[in-house]
């Protein structure tokens, strides 16, 4: 079976809308995007046993958040550059925006933070460039 098989099998799941797949598109390699509009994630797919399972979503749009641990619906809640959006709650999350960790930095409304890298070419360093 081999490689051919797990590309006809991915074929399949996206066929049956398990996702619109993009070769290392936009969610990155091993990852889809599902869902539409303001509710577009990436996601990844597992295995366990021989259910699959849609896991490990993340909301597209800027300033959108998973609204609920499944992130099966994504929320608007952007944050002031300096601060993440921090979920509250356990069926529905609501938000909060709290500082950015250290080592982190966020220059926009999106509400995530991102890690910063050295770079040997400047004193402090510089946002990375490397989505995740």
């Known amino acids: 079976m081999g490689l051919p098989a797990a590309l006809c099998g991915l074929a399949l799941l996206c066929e049956l809308s398990f996702g619109r797949c993009l ?8 990852r889809f995007l599902n869902g539409t509009g303001t509710n577009l994630r990436c996601c990844s797919l597992t295995a366990p046993g021989k259910t699959y399972a849609i896991r490990d979503c993340e909301c597209v749009q800027p300033e959108y958040h998973c609204g609920d641990p499944d992130c099966q619906t994504c929320k608007y809640h952007p944050c002031p550059p300096g601060m993440e959006a921090q979920p509250k709650g356990k069926l529905k999350y609501g938000f909060t925006c709290v500082n950015c960790a250290v080592g982190t930095f966020s220059q926009d409304r999106q509400g995530r933070c991102k890690p910063w890298a050295e770079d040997p070419a400047t004193a402090g360093g510089t946002a990375a460039t490397t989505c995740r």
Do not use: K, L, R, V
């Open 23 to 30: 070769a290392e598109g936009p969610c990155g390699p091993g």
